[in-house]
């Protein structure tokens, strides 16, 4: 079958018969399916990932910094020894996903030919997949294909490995809330999903045929074309019971906690830490299994197409005296893994069960509270004191004229219709200009005016302050002797993303609490004299909140929006949490705060593990 195939002549891809062979298969042979899932997938989290965060601290001891975030990132790129170190985790990541890959493609490819299967041929199948892959130049394009529009578009593969890889919050949040900028990042999203869809069959024809990146791309690309619906409703067709059976798996495992606390509630917190430990392991099984299933329908899809594998290409004897191994062996490892797995994510879990939220999390209003006002003007400021947000959380940039005025963006197109910049304006000027969001207006209002109202109404402020590099040589000392004029400097509080701010307050007034906003973050704790950090959601983990509390410094989360998100970081008590709805913050900040039973904690606990999950 050649490229030239035309439209009458073009291969057929069924997706009922697809699907019914993924299941058939990998259900007829459903215990070896489990001890495969268990080995595998179990491997990648137990060895690949440790071995790749591991390499990741390497780098950025190569490169001399405690972390990467918006930016550090220069410092690592611009270090020979840690760019070289980083590009090597990446390519190893590479290689696991891979490998993961080419073992269940192997499994499935030999299930749809009806050859038996063994470790061994399996074994030497991966390693000359391997090796022919390493002499093709082409296979350096698996690197963005699998760490960048895989993960994006989450159309077919998938992998522990890459769940991380999403666009930020704040960036998604920003480009949505003008039309022109939300419908571009609308069509680039619609844009990976479809190259997704297209090149759906690009790695299983990379690993049974041995061919080039490019060559398996255009095989993909012309076996899909006109028939992105049923390559979608192949995919559904897994995703869908998949997680159904997560659903009915946590519906069960909710159980045990509901009857301990309404008949045991002293022995409460251990049946529910055993019971989610259970849960998590049968979750990550399931879907280990499911993703085989995946594959199999992707394998038996090639099949219906006539791409599949050639015998002579995709079977190799076993070497002779070579033993085959006991079947039991593997079996046995596989549930002593599962065993122990149970055992300790139980342990882990006593105190996630255990901690009740100590209700002391500060609510900030992001940029006021926009249901009552456009954002950082002071009908915003009122809406959110009548909220009852803790701190209000606010812009400032320095206008032409040394003045200071509050405004998010650096170009006031969004919020005014004027394609001008604030660094361009005097602060009688940018005053003038009204600013309007839905169904509200107000004019920008001038720092001084902002200070007197938030003084009157006795209101918290957090302070933002943002560079747009048009600043006076002095900006910080003008800056604190106005906030000195309206209620002291040492009355509120500060955060900034420029590295410069953050030392520059510090440093004039030690006693002055300021944070430092992080956009990004991995590795350690950011090197930075902040008295707390501000983490993107998406760069928050319970581990990173652990290690900066561990140096004495607080941790903010923004920007929290649903209620779900809100609750899990009440739970985890972090400092305080940044969001546009403050009414329906402080409002699960008091449920949970009051609950006296593991079932809500167990519930929560659900959607802030489990359903990352999938």
């Not at 489990?34 to 179990?42: A, D, E, K």
């Not at 975030?69 to 696991?96: E, F, K, N, Q, Y």
């Not at 920003?174 to 844009?191: D, F, G, H, N, R």
Request: glycine share 6%.
């Amino acid at each position: 079958m050649t490229d030239s195939t035309t439209a009458s002549t073009r291969p057929k891809l069924r997706v009922r018969t697809s699907v019914r062979d993924g299941y058939r298969l990998s259900i007829h042979a459903m215990r070896q399916s489990l001890v495969l899932v268990l080995l595998v997938q179990g491997a990648v989290v137990v060895i690949a990932s440790p071995l790749l965060i591991g390499t990741f601290d390497l780098a950025l001891r190569a490169a001399g910094i405690a972390s990467v975030t918006d930016t550090t990132i220069v410092g690592l790129v611009s270090s020979p020894l840690g760019l070289t170190v980083a590009v090597l985790a990446a390519i190893a990541t590479v290689a696991a996903l891979l490998l993961q890959a080419a073992i269940f493609i192997r499994v499935a490819d030999d299930r749809a030919c009806g050859r038996s299967t063994s470790f061994r041929s399996t074994f030497d199948h991966v390693i000359r997949v391997g090796r022919r892959l390493l002499r093709k130049p082409s296979t350096l394009l698996l690197v963005p294909y699998l760490l960048l529009l895989i993960p994006l578009g989450r159309v077919g593969e998938n992998s522990f490995l890459t769940r991380w890889v999403a666009v930020p919050a704040f960036v998604s949040d920003e480009l949505l809330k003008e039309p022109s900028t939300a419908i571009a990042y609308l069509v680039l999203m619609l844009a990976i999903l479809y190259i997704n869809v297209r090149l759906i069959f690009v790695v299983p024809l990379l690993l049974l045929h041995g061919t080039g990146m490019v060559d398996a791309a255009k095989r993909s690309w012309r076996l899909t074309r006109w028939r992105t619906l049923r390559v979608l409703a192949l995919v559904a067709g897994v995703a869908i019971p998949a997680s159904v059976t997560v659903a009915a798996f946590a519906f069960l495992a909710l159980l045990p906690p509901m009857v301990a606390d309404a008949v045991a509630p002293d022995s409460a917190v251990l049946v529910a830490a055993v019971s989610f430990s259970i849960l998590q392991v049968a979750v990550f099984v399931a879907l280990g299994f499911f993703a085989l299933v995946q594959t199999q329908t992707l394998v038996a899809g090639l099949h219906t197409a006539g791409e599949a594998s050639n015998d002579s290409a995709a079977t190799l004897p076993a070497a002779p005296g070579v033993p085959t191994p006991s079947r039991r062996a593997p079996a046995l490892v596989a549930v002593a893994g599962a065993v122990i797995a149970t055992v300790v994510l139980a342990a882990q879990a006593v105190p996630i069960m255990g901690d009740v939220a100590d209700g002391n999390t500060l609510v900030l209003a992001h940029r006021g509270f926009t249901q009552g006002g456009v954002e950082n003007t002071l009908p915003s400021l009122e809406a959110a004191h009548d909220a009852g947000a803790d701190v209000v959380e606010m812009d400032i940039q320095q206008t032409a004229d040394g003045g200071w005025v509050l405004m998010h963006d650096m170009n006031l197109s969004r919020l005014a219709g004027l394609d001008t910049a604030v660094s361009d304006l005097t602060q009688e000027e940018a005053t003038q200009i009204t600013v309007r969001d839905a169904d509200h207006s107000a004019p920008i209002p001038s720092l001084e005016t902002y200070l007197d109202l938030a003084n009157e109404i006795d209101q918290p402020l957090l302070i933002e302050v943002k560079i747009h590099g048009g600043e006076s040589a002095n900006y910080l000392d003008e800056l604190l002797a106005l906030l000195d004029e309206h209620g002291g400097a040492e009355s509120f509080i500060y955060h900034s993303l420029s590295a410069d701010v953050v030392e520059g307050l510090t440093s004039r007034r030690p006693h002055l609490v300021v944070g430092y906003i992080v956009a990004l973050s991995f590795g350690g704790v950011p090197d930075s004299p902040a008295d707390f950090f501000v983490l993107e959601q998406s760069a928050y983990s319970e581990e990173r909140k652990a290690l900066i509390h561990d140096t004495g410094r607080g941790v903010f989360v923004w920007t929290v929006q649903d209620a779900e998100a809100m609750r899990a970081l009440f739970r985890e008590n972090v400092d305080g949490i940044i969001t546009d709805h403050p009414d329906v913050a402080l409002a699960q900040l008091s449920d949970v705060a009051d609950d006296t039973g593991v079932t809500d904690r167990f519930f929560d606990a659900i959607e802030r593990i489990i359903v990352p999950m999938q």
